[in-house]
Nanobody, 124 residues
Framework: QVQLVESGGGLVQAGGSLRLSCAAS????????MGWFRQAPGKERELVAR????????YYADSVKGRFTISRVNAKNTVYLQMNSLKPEDTAVYYC?????????????????WGQGTQVTVSS
């Protein structure tokens, strides 16, 4: 079992930055492949970024590549999502999730544990 708590969302103007945090408890984040997903109203939940549990390789959706960075600080048992050059289309609820078994990384069903989500709103 691992508990995940996101923070860092908010309202920002287009072009601005936010850093989301996902603090884990119960188990170490390094034991999981960690993903950041987002869900906008009326849309499906989509993977934004992922960091693998072994090796730490990363993946980014094309829509955020070059603007977002996922990272993991084991000493703090926390995963971050640095979001720069934000656009109105980045507006969504952002969730962190943990996959203990390296399933199909882009499928939400591969992730067993989820945080409660944090709202990100980007104004134009």
């Amino acid at each position: 079992q691992v508990q995940l708590v996101e923070s860092g969302g908010g309202l920002v103007q287009a072009g601005g930055s936010l850093r989301l945090s996902c603090a884990a408890s119960g188990r170490t984040v390094s034991a999981f492949t960690m993903g950041w997903f987002r869900q906008a109203p009326g849309k499906e939940r989509e993977l934004v970024a992922r960091i693998k549990r072994s090796g730490g390789s990363t993946y980014y959706a094309d829509s955020v590549k070059g603007r977002f960075t996922i990272s993991r600080v084991n000493a703090k048992n926390t995963v971050y999502l640095q979001m720069n050059s934000l656009k109105p289309e980045d507006t969504a609820v952002y969730y962190c999730a943990a996959d203990p078994s390296d399933g199909t990384y882009y499928r939400p069903t591969s992730y067993d544990y989820w945080g409660q989500g944090t709202q990100v709103t980007v104004s134009s």
